[in-house]
C-alpha cells in the first residue's frame, strides 16, 4: 500500500525540481516522468548537456522538493 501511496505522490510532483537520495547516489534535478517501476530525474548543472537518471522507486531512501528553483 504505500509504494502505490507514494508513487502517487510523486506522479503529483511530476515537472517540480527533487533532491534523490538512494544508496549510492544523490542528485538534483527535474521529476521528469514516474512509472509503475521507476523515476526518471534531468539533471543539469545550467550550462552543460542535461543527463538523465533512471532511478528505481524502491531503492529512493529519500526524496525532498526544495521550495527554490533548480
Known sequence: MFASTFREELAKRQGHAAIVRVFNYSGLGILALVSNDFITLVESD????????????????????PAYPV
Open 46 to 65: 545550467g550550462y552543460g548537456p542535461y543527463e538523465t537518471q533512471n532511478i528505481p522507486i524502491e531503492t529512493i531512501q529519500s526524496i525532498r522538493f
